[in-house]
C-alpha cells in the first residue's frame, strides 16, 4: 500500500511579497528550501495561519538568506504580506517506509523568516 505522509515544513513563516501579476508560483528563501529539503518546481500546499486559507502550488527559489516569501500570481490573492503561513510538502511511499521515514522541519524565526542557529 502507498500512503502520502508529510515530506517537509517550513513551520511559520511570514509572507514578504505578494505579487499577482507573476505567473503563478511561491518564491521562497534558498536556505529555507535547503534545510527543508524542497526543491525548485515541487508542489507544496500553504496554509496560512493569519486568515485560515489554504493552497497549493509549486516552488521557485528565491535569494539565499534573503527571507524572501512571496505569492505569486492567483496565489496573492489568499495571502497580504505580514501573514504568518506554513509551508508542507508531502511524499508517497510505502507503508512499511512512512513508518520509519523522519520528515524534515523547519523552525524559522518569524519576525525575519531566518533560520535560528
Known sequence: MIIEVLKSKIHRVTVTEANVDYVGSITIDKELLDAAGIIRGEKVQVVNVTNGERLETYVIPGPRKSGVI???????HKASVGDVVIIISYAHMDFEEAKLFKPSV???DTATNRIVE
Request: hydrophobic share 60%.
Open 70 to 76: 512571496c505569492l505569486n500570481g492567483a496565489a496573492a
Open 106 to 108: 523547519v523552525f524559522p
